[in-house]
């Protein structure tokens, strides 16, 4: 059964550091693309960043050069690295997989499984 599951949620200060993880059952990294998402509160879920089974990262312009995406295939777990966080980056996180390679990788519908998400909060 495919599953994800997020950790490493939590409050930080702005111009901290947080680690966020995806845990993935049920298939390997090698054969699908994952999405890591945010919903900020009042507003629309949106892209953060992608790596793809061939290990191509992508990132949204807003956290370009602080969030750095990576995989550790031993523990079947994709992390995203999150510096120099800002209050803007309060939101719930949600990584996502897909099985097919991914044409829009910021886009939701591309993704056929998702994880119950966690909550990070950027606050002073």
């Known amino acids: 059964q495919v599953q994800l599951v997020e950790s490493g949620g939590g409050l930080v200060q702005p111009g901290g550091s947080l680690r966020l993880a995806c845990a993935a059952s049920g298939f390997t990294l090698d054969y699908v693309d994952i999405g890591w998402f945010r919903q900020p509160p009042g507003k629309e879920r949106e892209g953060v960043s992608c790596?793809?089974?061939?290990?191509?990262?992508y990132y949204a312009d807003s956290v370009t050069g602080r969030f750095i995406i990576s995989r550790d295939a031993a523990k079947n777990t994709v992390y995203l690295q999150m510096n120099s966080v800002k209050p803007e980056d309060t939101a719930v996180y949600y990584c996502?997989?897909?099985?097919?390679?991914?044409?829009?990788?910021?886009?939701?519908?591309?993704?056929?499984?998702w994880g119950q998400g966690t909550q990070v909060t950027v606050s002073s």
């Open positions: 996502a997989a897909t099985k097919s390679d991914v044409w829009r990788w910021n886009v939701g519908y591309e993704y056929a499984y």
């Open positions: 790596i793809s089974k061939r290990v191509y990262t």
